[in-house]
């Protein structure tokens, strides 16, 4: 059978030797880069597999086998559709679990011993189909536009629902719409930081903040000129703070985005001034998650997406998170109920 990975003559020329008829196998294959993933794309963009031959048996004079050499024909289809995949995943996955998921999602019409052979050759965990759930790429009608986070930091979950976050203002679309003076501005505070002025560039970053925005280093200790958004996730209500399961609920969502680096799709501006959205992370549709481990409520007021429903039933059935309590109070009511919150 001449699947991708799972025939021998192929692997054995993927892992063993460093050239492949006088040509050495290109750098994607024999070493993993910085990103999880890249090797991957990078397989893909150059069509490797379409210079690595597939040895089939010989065919002798005695035996008549073939000896003409061939690649595996689904090869260079598997690996197109992995670059189209990895191109479309803004931001790309970070993590381990983040690629396998793209790569399970992608070949899903493929032979399962194919992708499994796949994700074992790059190191990738092989989660089940189940535990890789299909994203919405745009869940429902009416997606006013997409952004891409900074990594998130811990301190910026409000609670099981809310969260603050920012956005680059090199993204084409906040380039557009940054004030002239908040530009002039971080200039500014950056010229006086120079000079070692700390007052007046302390100064300078409380009007950006006022505006907005706010100056963050990078990981490369790069400053970089952000905008802040207050997201709230449709589609969920997580129990408040200072209700049962409030502090759970808070640190879940905590624990699937701090560090990490979000896909946003947003629809509209509530009546607080957040942007009402669907959070992607790592190729995990969040509010999914919410509602699978039981930390929050399918808020059907203003979401009626079937599946939410069924995500939420699921929990319940398995009584897990805020569903361990016989009869949780629901957020709206407790809100309801205590107008000052």
């Given at each position: ?8 003559p ?14 050495p ?9 910085n990103s ?29 086998h ?7 024909p ?39 011993v194919?992708v499994?052979?796949?994700l074992a050759?790059?190191?990738?965990p092989?989660?089940e ?15 006013q ?6 990594p ?21 679309r ?8 908040i ?11 120079s000079v ?7 100064s ?8 907005g ?7 490369n200790?790069?400053e ?11 589609g ?8 049962p399961?409030?502090k ?5 969502l ?35 998650k ?37 009869n ?14």
């Amino acid at each position: 059978m001449a699947s991708l990975y799972c025939a021998a003559p192929i692997t054995r020329l993927l892992c063993s030797p460093q050239e492949v008829n006088g040509k050495p196998i290109p750098r994607p294959l024999r070493e993993r880069h910085n990103s999880i993933f890249s090797s991957i794309a990078s397989a893909a963009r150059s069509r490797v597999y379409d210079d690595i031959p597939y040895r089939q048996p010989l065919r002798s004079k005695k035996t008549n086998h073939d000896c003409r050499v061939r690649r595996p024909p689904s090869s260079s289809r598997k690996y197109r559709k992995l670059s189209a995949a990895w191109k479309e995943a803004k931001p790309p996955p970070k993590t381990p679990e983040g690629a396998a998921r793209l790569v399970i999602l992608t070949l899903k019409n493929h032979q399962k011993v194919d992708v499994q052979g796949l994700l074992a050759f790059y190191g990738l965990p092989n989660l089940e189909i189940s535990d890789a759930s299909e994203i919405p790429v745009s869940s429902l009608p009416g997606v006013q536009f997409k952004m891409e986070t900074l990594p998130v930091d811990p301190r910026a979950v409000a609670d099981g629902d809310t969260i603050t976050v920012y956005v680059n203002t090199t993204d084409p679309r906040e380039s557009s719409i940054v004030p002239s003076r908040i530009i002039e501005a971080a200039v500014n505070r950056a010229n006086a930081r120079s000079v070692r002025d700390f007052k007046t560039a302390d100064s300078l970053h409380k009007i950006i903040i006022e505006a907005g925005y706010r100056v963050i280093q990078g990981s490369n200790h790069q400053e970089i000129l952000a905008r802040k958004y207050r997201i709230r996730l449709r589609g969920i209500d997580a129990p408040e703070n200072s209700m049962p399961y409030g502090k759970e609920s808070k640190d879940e969502l905590t624990k699937l985005v701090q560090g990490k680096c979000l896909q946003i799709l947003v629809y509209e501006e509530d009546q607080y001034g957040r942007s009402v959205g669907d959070i992607y992370c790592d190729s995990i549709f969040v509010q999914e998650k919410m509602l699978k481990t039981g930390f929050a409520w399918h808020y059907t007021a203003y979401d009626k997406r079937p599946e939410f429903a069924q995500w939420e039933k699921s929990a319940r059935l398995a009584r897990r998170g805020l569903w361990a309590a016989s009869n949780p109070e629901k957020p709206w009511d407790y809100r309801k109920n205590n107008p000052r919150l």
